[in-house]
Nanobody
Framework: QVQLVESGGGLVQPGGSLRLSCAAS????????MGWYRQAPGKQRELVAT???????NYADSVKFRFTISGDNAKNTVNLQMNSLKPEDTAIYYC???????????????WGRGTQVTVSS
């Protein structure tokens, strides 16, 4: 059993900052990558940022230079520092991880339940 638990969402004014955190726990042998996705009302879920276990990062164009993803392999955690937030960043943010539960199993993608981020004055 694997769980991903997000924290850090909330209400912030435009131009403000928030920091999201996600911790993976349970039967984890290896995590090859973790990331953040978001889904706004009436829209499809979209990639925000990902980070591999080797530290390679990838960002959506809409958040480049405003958001920073970081991870701690030893703690199985990933963070998303969000600066210069805009109303269009309002969405439910989901943590995701590619996890192998044993040495011989394939990597499966796991999701957290999401945390709401609202950017509004």
């Amino acid at each position: 059993q694997v769980q991903l638990v997000e924290s850090g969402g909330g209400l912030v004014q435009p131009g403000g900052s928030l920091r999201l955190s996600c911790a993976a726990s349970g039967s984890i042998f290896n995590i090859n990558a973790m990331g953040w996705y978001r889904q706004a009302p009436g829209k499809q879920r979209e990639l925000v940022a990902t980070i591999t276990s080797g530290g390679d990062t990838n960002y959506a164009d809409s958040v480049k230079f405003r958001f920073t993803i970081s991870g701690d392999n030893a703690k199985n955690t990933v963070n998303l520092q969000m600066n210069s937030l805009k109303p269009e960043d309002t969405a439910i943010y989901y943590c995701s991880a590619g996890i192998a539960t044993t040495r011989t199993t394939v990597v499966n993608v796991y999701w957290g339940r999401g945390t709401q981020v609202t950017v509004s004055s």
